[in-house]
């Protein structure tokens, strides 16, 4: 069931049907990065030979606990999209769909949380940066590219909770250059690049497989199971290094 919703999520979206015309807050380009990331999934879970994968968004408290672990940013419950769960449990993937209006509502979430870290300007938890601000010398679109680039790598690894691609670090950082580029402040573009972390896949969907061989999926699969929230730095330390199930580092993360 789970499969099948995600699947018609994937033909909407390519169709340009999700969200409907007259709500819609998703650029192209936001749109194309959906369809582009769960065609990759179901091609990565249909080459492993797992033909029924249960993709599922966060539930509201797992969302709560994802963005302050990332963001340093607090949400109001209220203000999060609430989980209307039949089946009595908060993760059943198949009560936790992601409709057009879900959809929407995180894309706005995802702008004011951006905006309240620029406001704010606080250093990310757990790191030694800042988003924002600092930008006196950047000067050129090299310059800006170079600087979005070192902001913009750690906070997207901790978003996704695996190490960024290329290619998406990329394409973040082409949202920075061009807005720098036509004018706009190096901030302006990190705060949409931050708002397209945020509303991304990798960082809204989680995808739970009976057997997990990669070591960063097993440690999400851990943490949000035992704390509704993301790996920590120690369990994403052991994933990195290749040793979560060397040993008793298991057993030792999960007691």
């Keep these: 069931q ?33 369809v582009k990331w769960l065609r990759s999934e179901f091609q990565r879970l249909a080459d ?39 089946s009595g449990f908060d993760t059943d993937a198949s009560e936790l769909n992601l409709s057009p209006t879900l959809l929407q509502r995180y894309v706005q979430l995802g702008r004011a949380i951006a905006t309240e870290l620029r406001k704010s300007n606080a250093r990310l938890p757990g790191q030694s940066l800042n988003l924002f601000g600092n930008t006196s010398t950047i000067d050129s ?22 190490p960024v ?35 991304s896949p990798q960082f809204l969907l989680l995808t739970d497989l009976e057997e997990v061989k990669d070591d960063y999926a097993l440690a999400s699969k ?14 994403l330390g052991l994933a990195e290094k290749g040793e979560l199930r060397a040993g008793e580092n298991l057993r030792e993360q999960v007691t």
Excluded at 53 to 71: F, G, M
Excluded at 75 to 81: A, G, H, K, Q, Y
Aim: aromatic share 6%.
């Design 165 to 199: 691609e290329d290619t998406k670090l990329d394409r973040l950082v082409k949202i920075v250059v061009d807005k720098f580029s036509a004018g706009q402040t190096f901030d302006d573009g990190m705060q949409l690049a931050v708002q397209a972390v945020l509303c």
């Design 2 to 34: 789970s499969s099948r919703h995600w699947q018609e999520v994937l033909q909407r979206l390519s169709n340009a049907d999700m969200p409907p015309p007259d709500k819609s807050t998703l650029e192209k380009d936001e749109r194309d990065r959906w």
């Design 222 to 235: 851990l943490s949000y199971f035992l704390w509704s929230g993301p790996p920590d730095a120690p369990l």
């Design 141 to 162: 679109p090299s310059l800006a590219a170079e600087e979005a680039r070192r902001r913009l790598q750690p906070f997207a690894t901790s978003a996704f909770r695996r």
């Design 48 to 86: 492993n030979g797992l033909a029924r994968p249960t993709i599922r968004r966060l539930n509201r408290a797992e969302y709560i606990n994802s963005v302050q672990a990332v963001t340093g940013v607090l949400l109001s419950p209220e203000n999060v999209v609430d989980d209307v769960i039949d």
